[in-house]
């Protein structure tokens, strides 16, 4: 069942939505749903609805929401030159570190609604790198941390998450495409070491035969139903043996 709510954060109002289970009330925890590039639509409420199912409360904040109104978007909006304009200016304006501090303002929400932690938390695409970057950020809040064909994980950057492996508490899965060019070989080399060396708890898996943003059911070319119900078996392990 999808709520909606507004979170104050630090650059003002945050439209947000809250999924609980469609049938029976028993919640095993709850999950900060970090959305894909093209923002909250049908797609993302599907997912966080799917997740909700399997017994989780989600929260899905709108990342952008220092822009006001904008779009609509969807998962081929990327293929239209004036909104892929939009959207490259939106993801770029809308740095990692502004999700990483807004997230004390959406932990205090899950904490409104009932729910104490430690958390999970998942990111998609541009969101990735912002599940790892929190979840790092807030070592104690976070049990657990996905991240699926997430982009620049381990990235030439001062803000690249993979710097960050030593601070991650949280058990990690990350999920590749094994053709990405926002993630490609060389990174995934960088990552792994990263988080090897930190002795975190973690695993990255690369899904051959899938392009970029293949979970999401809106990519219209590009989601692919095999991967995406493998990449939903591990997020619902991941989660099921972490949050309590």
């Known amino acids: 069942m999808k709520r909606s709510i507004d979170i104050t954060a630090s650059g003002g109002k945050v439209p947000s939505w809250t999924y609980t289970p469609d049938t029976g009330n ?59 304009e939009k959207l490259v200016k939106m993801i770029n304006e809308t740095t990692t570190a502004m ?62 998450p993979h710097l960050l492996a030593s601070d991650i508490k949280a058990r990690i899965y990350v999920g590749t495409a094994s053709e990405d060019a926002s993630f490609p070989p060389e990174q995934s080399t960088r990552f792994v070491d990263a988080f090897r060396r930190s002795g975190a708890d973690f695993a990255l898996e690369s899904y051959v035969g899938v392009h970029h943003g293949w979970t999401v059911p809106d990519r219209d070319g590009v989601y692919d139903e095999s991967g995406a119900d493998r990449h939903w078996r591990r997020l619902l392990q991941l989660f099921d043996e972490t949050i309590r």
């Open 26 to 84: 028993f919640v095993k925890g709850a999950v900060l749903f970090f959305m894909d590039a093209m923002g909250p639509r049908p797609a993302m409420d599907a997912m966080a609805q799917k997740l909700a199912n399997a017994g989780y409360f989600v929260l899905l904040p709108d990342l952008f929401y220092r822009f006001g109104a904008y779009g609509p978007f969807s998962g081929s909006s990327f293929g239209d030159p004036q909104s892929r």
């Open 99 to 160: 999700t990483v501090e807004d997230t004390s303002a959406f932990i205090a929400a899950l904490e409104g609604e009932g729910h104490s932690g430690p958390y999970g938390v998942v990111g998609y695409c541009m969101a990735g790198r912002r599940a790892l970057s929190v979840a790092a950020k807030y070592p104690e809040s976070f049990a657990a941390v996905a991240s699926f064909h997430g982009a620049g994980l381990a990235a030439d950057t001062p803000d690249s």
